[in-house]
């Protein structure tokens, strides 16, 4: 009985569900995008990277295959994921101007990040063509979304817990990207609702993980955050080192 009163409601709104779903999908779209023009503003003030080798590297794979081998895969989103692969194209050269700042430990590294930042790209690349061909444009559009996802949620807890620093980290970054998550989780149950997803989404206990995990790092995140920026605050010495051995380096 309540799922046929459930279903008929949704019948009834057909149409403003759709254009609620419209908005969220633009409203997502735009602050992935400001997202992205945050993290280079993030890594050009504090001269450090603001997002880990892993996610960046993975984007830029998943954007350039679904938008010059596979772009009707990513149609609906009518260009945008060109407009974020070309900005990832900025983003990531910023990025490693300032990597060597990270990578004092390992001067291999740091003598070879064109290389990294190069072949990490390539792999990522490879695997996201590779998952397409296996599954098919459609399903791995969004599964290859769902592992950007992920690693856009997890690679910036795992940053700024290794760093013990809120250089590099940004609140502002952590809002655009949690409000493009929990606005686009609430479009593709929309979607869902209506009839028109795109792929498997709450009946798959795999996107029910998915979407448990993503939503659980991005409310850790701003805690981390808080808690680190206390302890930077607590001890102003110990942060103006840190300062001033970073800009040595720049």
């Given at each position: 009985m309540a799922q046929t009163s459930l279903i008929s409601a949704i019948l009834e709104h057909q149409d403003a569900l759709a254009s609620v779903a419209e908005f969220l999908r633009i409203l997502a779209g735009?602050?992935?995008t400001l997202n992205y023009f945050s993290m280079l503003w993030t890594t050009?003030?504090?001269k450090i990277p603001s997002t880990g080798i892993f996610p960046l590297c993975n984007d830029i794979a998943w954007e350039f295959i679904y938008a010059f081998v596979y772009p009707t895969a990513s149609a609906h989103w009518q260009g945008g994921v060109r407009v974020w692969f070309m900005v990832h194209c900025i983003v990531i050269v910023t990025i490693i101007k300032y990597a060597h700042n990270e990578w004092d430990y390992f001067p291999l590294i740091q003598?070879?990040?064109?290389?990294?930042?190069?072949l990490v790209t390539v792999?990522?690349?490879?695997?996201?063509y590779s998952f397409a061909c296996e599954v098919g444009p459609a399903l791995g559009f969004f599964y290859g979304g769902v592992l950007c996802q992920t690693l856009a949620s997890l690679g910036p807890v795992a940053q700024i817990l290794s760093r013990n620093s809120t250089r590099g980290?940004?609140?502002l970054t952590w809002f655009l990207r949690a409000v493009a998550t929990f606005?686009?989780?609430i479009k593709l149950t929309i979607y869902y609702l209506t009839g028109n997803a795109a792929g498997p989404w709450i009946e798959s206990p795999m996107c029910r993980?998915?979407?448990g995990l993503t939503l659980v790092l991005d409310l850790v995140y701003p805690i981390c955050y808080y808690i680190i920026r206390r302890q930077e605050l607590a001890d102003p010495q110990a942060e103006q080192r840190r300062k001033a051995k970073l800009g040595k380096r720049a």
């Open positions: 735009i602050c992935w050009r003030k504090d003598r070879n990040l064109y290389l990294v930042y190069g792999g990522f690349a490879f695997g996201q980290a940004s609140l606005g686009g989780f993980f998915y979407i």
